[in-house]
């Protein structure tokens, strides 16, 4: 089946416009995560989905970022006034059931660029 | 907090010849899994290896080979035979047993050279 899906593949925005990002998780995964990969390091944990609810939110680098997942499926992380330290690739990952016996899958990212 | 460090930002190999990456990690936790991850170019990331902390034996898939230390609290990730598929951003990750998050490395990127 198709794996992880993330739209737009690239994004350049201007500082102070507000983005949203998208990502399709596998069908029927329960838990949906995002990462925030700045340039040169590791993915870093913004949040936690698991179905509807977002169950952790704490690696939100500030009030202008914004998860949501209303329907258990289809994820959108949107950004307010963006700043240029936001830009960085947006990770989303999915997973069939939660905890780490189960493995994440990850989509192709995002590529925020604000200039 | 756990922290985890990849201290070869680049390594290079040839093809068919072995090669390890270092990862070492620090945690107060007793169980815990760990994982090396590849990002190819195309930035999909992809699961190699998982090894569960309780567990003695080290993962092996084929190719890749952990040597698991748990006192020492290292993770290395030996690929044999390297192929030129094998090159890409190799990242070592951490998670709590009673987690879900994972803590991730800076990477190390690999080149395989014909």
């Known amino acids: 089946g198709a794996g992880v899906s993330q739209s737009p593949r690239y994004k350049v925005a201007k500082r102070g416009q507000d983005v949203a990002l998208r990502c399709d998780p596998i069908s029927g995964h329960v838990s949906l995560f995002w990462y925030q990969q700045a340039l040169g390091q590791g993915p870093e944990f913004l949040t936690y989905f698991q179905n509807e609810a977002q169950l952790d939110k704490s690696g939100l680098p500030s009030d202008r970022f914004f998860a949501e997942r209303p329907e258990g499926s289809v994820s959108t992380l949107k950004i307010q006034r963006t700043q240029q330290e936001d830009s960085a690739v947006y990770l989303c990952?999915?997973?069939?059931?939660?905890?780490?016996?189960?493995?994440?899958?990850f989509g192709p990212g995002t590529r925020l660029t604000v200039t | 907090a756990q922290t985890v460090t990849q201290s070869q930002p680049e390594m290079s190999v040839q093809e068919a010849e072995t090669v390890t990456l270092s990862c070492t990690y620090d945690?107060?936790?007793?169980?815990?899994?760990l994982f090396w991850y590849k990002q190819p170019p195309s930035r999909q990331m992809i699961l190699v290896i998982r090894q569960e902390a309780y567990k003695q034996q080290n993962a092996t898939e084929n190719r890749f080979s952990v040597n698991f230390q748990k006192a020492a609290k290292s993770f290395s990730l030996k690929i044999s035979d390297s192929q030129l598929g094998d090159t890409a951003m190799y990242f070592c990750a951490f998670m709590k047993e009673s987690g879900y998050a994972l803590n991730f490395g800076k990477g190390t990127s690999l080149l395989v050279t014909p």
């Open positions: 945690t107060s936790e007793n169980n815990y899994y």
């Open positions: 990952a999915s997973a069939s059931r939660q905890g780490p016996s189960w493995e994440q899958y």
